[in-house]
């Protein structure tokens, strides 16, 4: 098994010490010393309370933070949530922790969690975000029921968010997900989720682990096995997404992460999802995505002039990428003024389909090809930025929905330039 | 006297048939190995020409750059120009073969050199092909990286490292080729020199103003807004 060689001795001395377990609850940190405390004391708390009777772990995979995350995890004591709950559980809830060999990188935690649950034969494996600092209790129950009571194989979370939060996974993830395969999963990239045992024991067998592009993506790419493998997956609504901290995001690593995998994913499933049209939703718990009306602070004029700039400094490389019908478009638009700035949704549809035609082409470098497309996702989210300006939850809902559909028709483009790049 | 000239013509005949008659089937063999010559270099050039199309040599040539560099020179594809050089070298090679046959000791070291240059000839054009290779990627990367940190001359910093890397790599070629070895070597250390040195002023002296601004604004406060300016993706 995979597992001998991923986890060291002294982990699996910890597994074997904890037994069988019907919950295992993953942590994926580095370096999260500021946030893992409520996080800790939400998961004990949740487990206590909606899972009393249920053998349970939480088993922590580091990077290697220099800022004692590990001891604060192993070391946080049960007692202060049990004097504030006044409910005691009826078994041990061990905390464990192992530093994985390698650099700091999200898909080999995911992996080592899988290969514990795998290991402990857990029932459900939640995996938990440790900067979800909105984190409830309630949280736990809202992902663990459905696999562990309704046998569900992938409980996906709804957030509440921020009407400019999340931009690439409304506006490329999710209808780009949901055209190819057909399910309309709100976050198929997320940060917290829910898996069956036998989902997980399937999908560390999967070739995801052996390829980079599809490693640092692990999640996303979860997601679509469980689609393409017929499982059953669900939505569960968790409340408030936590803001993240913008100075922290670097674009083109998230696009990496993300839409590399997402394309990757093309190559090995193009029998499945060239036959497949339209889309349906999927089972949802709780309340379907709300969205709040903070205002946000960006510099519009910037927007404009980082996606200009890319439009013309990039223009051969998105020569060899784009069709010269597309590229113009998209230089005419560079030259609008913010006030009448407007990259339309069928046009962006068309721009990410022709990079995923070229992705699976190889026609110049496939990191070069996952760069290229951040200035003009720039544009877009300039396009979002002026639309939904004065508009309510209801309207983003409505024009989230229009681009989906416009994906969806796009779809028969997509194999077309597919087959043969125009 | 009379008889004298006679014999020597005679003599000077008999040589002539015997030198020919001595020369005629090596010259048969000569002919005879540069036909079996022409007939192996042209199916090494369709072999070639096959693994090429294969193992689609022409999407690495186009990645390097040097599709877009014979296009503007108005010659065949990367494909067919490799094949073509293959057909040629091994022709002259098989015909430089015959001609060794004649045994015309003056020619002898000149094929000798020849079949001594080939394997560099073939080294040079990998290290020509591998360098264009690298140019055109990391000129690429560089643009890339430049423009997604919104770094204002990208284009000039990708043309620059794709200069740079060219410049490194022709002197290599020449190096190994041995032409002109030390004048590249020379040229190359005083284009690279002057261009570090002319940076060197232009920011040191001629503009510590705007350098220090620049500097400034890249990397503490431009980077700040940059990433103001991100909404979260996820």
């Not at chain 1, 990239?189 to 989902?199: P, Q, V």
């Not at chain 2, 690495?60 to 296009?71: D, H």
Request: hydrophobic fraction near 45%.
């Amino acid at each position: 098994m995979a597992e001998e060689t991923l986890l060291t001795d002294d982990f699996l001395r910890q597994l074997i010490h904890v037994g069988e377990v019907d919950i295992l609850v993953g942590l994926r940190t580095h370096n999260n010393a500021k946030t893992i405390e409520p996080v800790i004391r939400a998961i004990q708390a949740g487990i206590l309370k909606c899972f009393p009777r249920e053998r349970s772990v939480i088993v922590n995979a580091d990077g290697g933070s220099l800022d004692r995350t590990q001891e604060l995890i192993v070391g946080a004591s049960i007692d202060d949530v049990w004097s504030v709950s006044k409910v005691y559980a009826l078994r041990t809830l061990h905390s464990i922790s192992t530093r994985y060999a390698g650099s700091p990188e999200p898909g080999t935690a995911l992996r080592t969690i899988l290969a514990a649950a795998d290991l402990l034969r857990a029932k459900a494996c939640v995996v938990i975000s440790p900067d979800s600092t909105t984190i409830e209790p309630d949280w736990l129950q809202r992902l663990i029921r459905p696999v562990y009571h309704d046998n569900f194989d992938l409980v996906c979370p709804i957030y509440s968010r921020q009407k400019f939060e999340g931009v690439l996974m409304q506006n490329l993830l999710y209808p780009m997900t949901r055209a190819i395969y057909g399910h309309r999963v709100r976050e198929p990239y997320a940060s917290e989720f829910a898996i069956s045992g036998r989902l997980a024991t399937d999908f560390l067998t999967r070739e995801t682990w052996n390829d980079e592009r599809t490693r640092i993506g692990a999640e996303i790419c979860l997601t679509i096995a469980a689609i393409t493998g017929n499982y059953r997956v669900c939505q569960s609504f968790l409340g408030p997404k936590a803001q993240p901290d913008r100075s922290a995001s670097d674009l083109v690593a998230v696009m990496r992460r993300t839409v590399g995998a997402l394309f990757t994913s093309l190559d090995s499933n193009f029998p499945l999802w060239s036959t497949i049209a339209g889309s349906q939703p999927v089972p949802t718990l709780g309340s379907q995505s709300e969205v709040m009306l903070e205002p946000v602070r960006v510099n519009r004029k910037r927007i404009r002039e980082m996606f200009a700039i890319g439009v013309a400094e990039l223009e051969p490389v998105l020569r060899s990428i784009l069709s010269a019908s597309t590229l113009s478009e998209l230089q005419r638009i560079a030259t609008l003024e913010v006030s009448e700035f407007n990259y339309p949704p069928d046009l962006w549809g068309k721009t990410v389909f022709e990079f995923a035609a070229s992705y699976h082409k190889s026609v110049i470098s496939r990191d070069h090809i996952v760069q290229a497309l951040v200035p003009l996702y720039r544009g877009r989210t300039l396009t979002l930025l002026l639309e939904n300006r004065d508009g309510s939850g209801e309207e983003i809902e409505r024009k989230l929905e229009s681009l989906c559909g416009d994906f969806e028709r796009l779809k028969p483009y997509l194999l077309e330039v597919w087959a043969d790049r125009k | 006297m009379r008889e004298i000239i006679i014999t020597e013509l005679t003599q000077a005949f008999q040589d002539l048939a015997r030198g020919f008659a001595h020369y005629l089937p090596r010259l048969i063999v000569m002919l005879i190995i540069a036909f079996i010559g022409w007939v192996i270099a042209y199916l090494l050039k369709l072999l070639a020409r096959s693994i090429l199309r294969l193992t689609k040599f022409s999407k690495l040539s186009e990645n390097a750059g040097a599709t877009q560099l014979l296009n503007q020179a108005a010659l065949p594809s990367s494909t067919e120009l490799l094949s073509r050089f293959v057909f040629w070298v091994a022709w002259v090679g098989f015909i430089l073969l015959g001609v060794s046959v004649l045994g015309i000791v003056a020619l002898q070291e000149y094929i000798a050199q020849f079949f001594l240059f080939l394997p560099r000839l073939f080294v040079a054009m990998v290290i020509l092909f591998f360098g264009l290779l690298a140019a055109t990627f990391f000129s690429r990367a560089a643009l890339l990286a430049a423009v997604n940190m919104n770094f204002r001359s990208s284009r000039l910093l990708s043309i620059s490292i794709r200069i740079i890397i060219s410049i490194f790599a022709l002197s290599m070629v020449f190096e190994v080729l041995g032409v002109a070895k030390e004048t590249m070597l020379i040229a190359f250390g005083a284009v690279f020199g002057a261009v570090m040195l002319s940076l060197a002023i232009a920011f040191g002296i001629g503009g510590k103003d705007v350098a220090r601004e620049f500097l400034e604004r890249r990397l503490v406060t431009g980077r700040k807004e940059d990433k103001e300016d991100e909404l979260s993706p996820l």
